[in-house]
């Protein structure tokens, strides 16, 4: 089955009370470019048995989300990267109700949920799968931007993510299904995610 789209992607912050896992707050992230997962090997833990290999053991141990969106806007940057949000005041500014994104010591990084619809064909049949990594940690993302010149080079934003186990009894990290819908995989998305109909109804 191969993989064709990508669009939707959510962010939903994580809280936990021992082993039950909420959130809360969850908005898009902006409009999906690209994703990728990458995981970190883990030492594979092999029992031998009658002069061979009988068992083996090879469990998560870490990963890193890669995400690019059309833009960053400053709600969905305040709300994965725990940053200030507040109004410019500047006398000199004409914009309408300008406000800036403050990086400083007061900021933390929350744990939040992520999640992103996926569409996949086969045999010419498209189907959506609705993927949500329960618990990750963005990190700051650097500035970068080229003059523009005859064309137009197209510049995006570019988010990485630690990929964690939850606190649930099962630490899952990962889950997703495939659907017979987009419909039905944003559903699924932002109904693990705990993310409300108005909040799903547009990034801008």
């Given at each position: 089955?191969?993989?064709?789209?990508?669009?939707?992607?959510?962010?939903?912050?994580?809280?936990?009370?021992?082993?039950?896992?909420?959130?809360?707050?969850?908005?898009?992230?902006?409009?999906?470019?690209?994703?990728?997962?990458?995981?970190?090997?883990?030492?594979?833990?092999?029992?031998?048995?009658?002069?061979?290999?009988?068992?083996?053991?090879?469990?998560?141990?870490?990963?890193?989300?890669?995400?690019?969106?059309?833009?960053?806007?400053?709600?969905?940057?305040?709300?994965?990267?725990?940053?200030?949000?507040?109004?410019?005041?500047?006398?000199?500014?004409?914009?309408?109700?300008?406000?800036?994104?403050?990086?400083?010591?007061?900021?933390?990084?929350?744990?939040?949920?992520?999640?992103?619809?996926?569409k996949k064909?086969?045999?010419?049949?498209?189907?959506?799968?609705?993927?949500?990594?329960?618990?990750?940690?963005?990190?700051?993302?650097?500035?970068?931007?080229?003059?523009?010149?005859?064309?137009?080079?197209?510049?995006?934003?570019?988010?990485?993510?630690?990929?964690?186990?939850?606190?649930?009894?099962?630490?899952?990290?990962?889950?997703?299904?495939?659907?017979?819908?987009?419909?039905?995989?944003?559903?699924?998305?932002?109904?693990?995610?705990?993310?409300?109909s108005a909040?799903?109804?547009?990034?801008?």
């Amino acid at each position: 089955m191969a993989t064709i789209g990508l669009s939707r992607p959510y962010y939903a912050k994580y809280a936990n009370s021992g082993s039950t896992v909420t959130y809360s707050g969850g908005a898009l992230l902006g409009k999906a470019v690209e994703l990728s997962m990458d995981l970190d090997s883990a030492d594979s833990n092999i029992l031998y048995a009658d002069n061979g290999p009988a068992e083996s053991d090879n469990q998560f141990a870490g990963g890193t989300l890669t995400i690019t969106t059309d833009d960053l806007l400053p709600e969905a940057a305040a709300g994965i990267l725990g940053l200030t949000l507040q109004s410019v005041t500047n006398s000199g500014v004409s914009t309408t109700s300008p406000q800036e994104l403050v990086f400083n010591d007061a900021q933390e990084v929350p744990y939040v949920g992520f999640g992103a619809i996926i569409k996949k064909k086969k045999d010419g049949v498209i189907k959506w799968l609705g993927l949500v990594l329960p618990k990750v940690q963005f990190s700051n993302p650097g500035i970068s931007a080229v003059t523009q010149g005859e064309t137009i080079d197209w510049q995006t934003s570019e988010l990485s993510a630690t990929i964690m186990r939850d606190d649930t009894s099962a630490h899952t990290w990962c889950r997703y299904a495939l659907l017979e819908s987009e419909e039905d995989a944003e559903a699924y998305v932002t109904g693990l995610l705990d993310i409300s109909s108005a909040a799903s109804a547009s990034v801008y």
